[in-house]
C-alpha cells in the first residue's frame, strides 16, 4: 500500500471523526442545512452525500467505523479485510478509508451471512 494512501486516510479519517462528534452533539431536531436538491447538481456531491448518508445511516454507527479504522491505522492492520484477513484494495480505501471489508466479504455482511 501506497504511504501516501496511509497519510490521506488518516487525514479524511481525523475530519471525519471531528465531523461526526459534532454531528452526535448537535440537538436531533436541528433542520437540514442543505436541501437535496441543490446537493444533486454534481455527481461527485451526489456521491458525497450517499457516503454521508451511509455513515450517518446508524446513530453513532459512522463513528464506530472511523474510529475502528483509526485504530487499525495506528495498529498498523489498516486495509486488511476484517472478516478475511485479505487486502482491502487501495481504490476501496482511498474512496471508503473506514472500510472494514474487502468487496466480496462486504456483500456477505449485507447478506448477512
Ligand atoms: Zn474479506
Redesign the pocket.
Known sequence: MKASLLTAARATLEAERRRLTDDLAEPLDTPAQMTYGSQAAAASEVFAQQRDLALRGKSGKGLDLVSGALARLDAGTFGC??????P?PDERLEVLPWAA??I??QQLEKDGR
Not at 479485510?81 to 485479505?86: P, S
Open positions: 479485510c476484517l472478516r478475511c484477513a485479505g482491502i471489508f474487502c466480496a466479504c
